[in-house]
């Protein structure tokens, strides 16, 4: 039965790391051939990194033991992050690049007086695991809060111009296989930020519907454009 669980686990989870690594490939793909970011932002995928670098710490084993799934998926998320990153900051114009910068200078040293917080002050994994854990919830549910914005947008302009289907289905996907993860075992940091990603992506998944219609289909092909 536990080796059934494990099993299932693995699945998901490698599931998971697929889906969230394509989300924003389509943006990217886009970027690569125009050679211009245009006005695509780059918050997204800079929460999203410090996402995965909260969730590789809360991974290894001075923090919460037998994660090695999870070390292994988000490690190979921050991979896709730097990579979509470097993109953007060979692509972005010179202001569009100082601003990543100092946004990844912020990040680094965020994440040293975290490590070194816990580490230094806390002595238990099961209390590390706790204060980690509270810090991923709380940067997790800001980054699948971030389309909030654009739904706002969608209701106001009565157009999903800027909230593609595939990158609403993707997020809603995201949210579904970690929530489904958290429940083998029972993991509550894992549920609360990604059960929240997965109403938020059902949420933006019912606006589409509602507004597609009145949406031009140019409109409703284009990519999220956002101020830089």
Not at 174 to 181: E, K, L, R
Not at 206 to 224: G, H, I
Request: aromatic share 12%; proline share 4%; net charge positive.
């Amino acid at each position: 039965m536990i080796m059934n669980q494990i099993i299932i686990r693995n699945i998901i989870g490698i599931i998971g790391i697929c889906n969230s690594s394509m989300i924003y490939r389509p943006t990217y793909i886009q970027i690569i051939k125009s050679k211009d970011v245009k006005k695509f932002s780059p918050i997204p995928y800079l929460a999203t990194l410090l996402n995965c670098l909260l969730w590789f710490f809360y991974g290894l084993p001075i923090v919460h033991p037998n994660s090695l799934l999870v070390i292994t998926i988000n490690g190979i998320g921050i991979a896709f992050e730097v990579f979509y990153l470097t993109v953007f900051l060979i692509y972005a114009a010179r202001q569009g690049r100082l601003k990543v910068m100092k946004l990844l200078a912020l990040e680094t040293v965020f994440m040293i007086v975290v490590v070194t917080s816990v580490l230094l002050l806390i002595h238990t994994t099961t209390k590390r695991s706790l204060v980690v854990g509270i810090l991923c919830i709380i940067f997790g549910t800001c980054m699948y809060a971030s389309p909030l914005v654009v739904m706002k947008l969608v209701i106001q302009t009565k157009s999903v111009e800027f909230m593609p289907f595939t990158l609403s289905l993707a997020s809603f996907l995201n949210g579904v296989c970690w929530t489904s993860y958290g429940f083998l075992p029972f993991d509550i940091n894992l549920l609360v930020p990604n059960g929240l990603g997965t109403l938020f992506g059902l949420a933006q998944l019912v606006l589409y519907a509602c507004y597609f219609k009145s949406t031009s289909k140019k409109d409703a092909r284009a990519e999220v454009e956002l101020p830089v």
